[in-house]
Each structure stands twice: as C-alpha cells, then as structure tokens.
C-alpha cells in the first residue's frame, strides 16, 4: 500500500512539473517577467535575442541572451520550457504575490 501511495505521489508530482513552466520561446514580456530574477530589461533581452536569431532549441541557449548569465539560469530552469503552452508557478507565484500585497495593505493602521 505505501509503495502505491508514493507512486502515485509521484506521479502527480512529475506531471505538476511538466506543466508548470513559462515557454520562453512564446511568452510574453509579462510573462517572462514573472520568472525569479527576470525583469523588463532582461525579459526584453529575452525577446529580442529570439527575434534575431530564432526560438531556443535548448535551454543552455539562453545563457547567450546579454544579461542572463548562470545565477539567471539556475534561477530560472526549473520555470522554464521551450515547448508548450506557458503555465504554472510563475503564474501562481505572481498570483500569490498579489494576495500577499493585498493583506499587507489591509494591515496597515490607519493614520491619525
């Protein structure tokens, strides 16, 4: 019975990390800004690098995008695909994020 349940644990778990990633060869300066460490001049960077020279064929290809370099890359890899459709945590993160801001702004006090 347990080796079922971790196997099943698993499973779902390795199917939630195929699905959860921004394809970096169609997504959006908004959506590439939503990646750890990715903001509007890297997410830019990112789009005119495939502009010029096509879409990644593997994702050592970013680290010749100007900017990105292996503190990006680490940051990055497990959020990022280069084939599919942008889904996941960095949608999630960002809505997390908007959560955590709105709660912080209710417990503001007041000014006198």
């Known amino acids: 019975m347990k080796k079922m349940l971790a196997t099943?644990?698993?499973?779902?778990a390795?199917?939630?990390?195929?699905?959860a990633a921004v394809n970096i060869n169609t997504a959006s300066q908004a959506e590439?800004?939503?990646?750890?460490g990715i903001g509007p001049v890297k997410a830019k960077?990112?789009?005119?690098y495939r502009t010029k020279n096509g879409p990644f064929k593997t994702f050592e290809?970013?680290?010749?995008?100007?900017?990105?370099g292996p503190g990006i890359m680490?940051?990055?890899?497990?959020?990022?695909s280069l084939s599919g459709p942008t889904t996941g945590p960095a949608t999630a993160a960002k809505?997390?994020?908007?959560?955590?801001d709105a709660k912080d702004a209710k417990k503001e006090p007041a000014k006198k």
């Not at 590439?32 to 750890?36: A, D, F, S």
């Open 32 to 36: 590439l800004e939503k990646l750890n």
């Open 95 to 100: 809505a997390e994020e908007k959560k955590a």
């Open 14 to 19: 390795t199917v939630s990390i195929a699905f």
């Open 45 to 48: 960077a990112i789009i005119d």
């Open 61 to 68: 290809d970013v680290d010749k995008v100007p900017g990105i």
């Open 8 to 12: 099943i644990v698993a499973f779902i």
């Open 74 to 80: 680490d940051k990055i890899k497990k959020d990022v």
